[in-house]
Nanobody
Framework: QVRLVESGGGLVQPGGSLTLTCVAS????????MAWYRQGPGKQRELVAH???????NYVDSVKGRFIISRDNAKNTMALQMNKLKPEDTAVYYC???????????????WGQGTQVTVSS
């Protein structure tokens, strides 16, 4: 089985920083694109940033210049460094990944359980 586990969420003041981490474990052959999504109160889940296995990144406009996504392919981990946080960044943040469990197996999509980020004074 494959698991994605997020950590690093918490309460932070506006202007502060947090770093989220996602660890993938289990039977894994290859991890392709990894991504962070978030769902704020009363909002739909949205894509925040994604990173390909080759390191190409993309961000939603609202976090460009403030958030940095990265990954360590050797450790099957991904991080989201969040700077200059705003109250509107308050949300549950989810890790997402496209993973092939065996070399010739299917490509499946997985979600973590989410970690709460609250930006408030």
């Amino acid at each position: 089985q494959v698991r994605l586990v997020e950590s690093g969420g918490g309460l932070v003041q506006p202007g502060g920083s947090l770093t989220l981490t996602c660890v993938a474990s289990g039977t894994i052959s290859t991890i392709y694109t990894m991504a962070w999504y978030r769902q704020g109160p009363g909002k739909q889940r949205e894509l925040v940033a994604h990173i390909t296995s080759g390191g190409i990144t993309n961000y939603v406009d609202s976090v460009k210049g403030r958030f940095i996504i990265s990954r360590d392919n050797a450790k099957n981990t991904m991080a989201l460094q969040m700077n200059k946080l705003k109250p509107e960044d308050t949300a549950v943040y989810y890790c997402n990944a496209d993973i092939r469990k065996i070399i010739v197996g299917p490509l499946d999509n997985y979600w973590g359980q989410g970690t709460q980020v609250t930006v408030s004074s």
